[in-house]
């Protein structure tokens, strides 16, 4: 089982990266809310194989604990890794667990792909493996960003309308870059739909 591979940055799209180790190029996907630097620069990614009948496919994390945590919430029932990939790229994992601790299924239910049903299960399954201080720094607690969830709310209504997802990402991408202040959901899509007409 790969553990890591350290290698060089070939290219990189919305959902996956290509490293060059050793002259093997390996295609790794990833949270698409990661940065990995430049092309051609040296990187490395923990990895985590998942091996089906049909299918053989690797999963890349700039962090130790975020495999750790993605290994975890494949162990829920009705989870695989590509919802659990949704789920870590939604909000950073000091949010996630104290999602999961608290007992948000509002919060939880908001990431693409999660219903409540699934919420509910990721807290009765998960909570004991979460501990309290993993949401703790230093003496505060860690608060949940507003201008995350409602770049995800926003995501979620686009993509209802029919809208591309990668494009729907880019342009909320642009648009909560370009304002410092938290934009309300509805700010969102209104300013998104007319970037999206444009393309």
């Known amino acids: 089982m790969l553990e890591f591979l350290k290698g060089k940055l070939s290219y990189v799209e919305i959902d996956y990266i290509v490293i060059e180790v050793n002259g093997v190029g390996y295609k790794l996907f990833v ?3 990661s ?3 430049k092309i ?11 091996v089906r009948e049909d299918d053989i496919s690797l999963y890349g994390f700039k962090e130790r604990k975020t495999l750790s945590f993605f290994k975890i919430l494949l162990q829920v029932s009705g989870i695989g890794p590509k919802v659990a990939l949704a789920i870590i790229a939604s909000f950073n994992l000091d949010i996630l ?16 792909g999660i219903g409540k049903k699934t919420a509910k299960r990721m807290i009765l399954e998960l909570k ?3 501990s309290q201080e993993s949401v703790m720094a ?5 608060m949940v960003d507003d201008k995350k969830i409602n770049s995800i709310e926003a995501q979620v209504a686009l993509e209802e309308l029919g809208y591309n997802a990668k494009e729907i990402r880019d342009v909320i991408l642009k648009i909560t870059d370009n304002n410092k202040n938290s934009l ?6 209104k300013q998104s739909l007319k970037m999206l007409a444009k393309i």
């Open 31 to 33: 949270p698409n809310n």
């Open 35 to 37: 940065s990995w630097g």
């Open 40 to 50: 051609d620069s040296e990187i490395m990614v923990y990895t985590y194989m998942s």
């Open 97 to 112: 667990h104290q999602a999961i601790i608290e007992e948000d299924v509002t919060l939880l239910s908001k990431i693409p």
């Open 128 to 130: 004991d493996k979460v």
């Open 138 to 142: 230093g003496n505060h607690e860690v």
């Open 184 to 189: 309300t959901v509805e700010e969102i899509i």
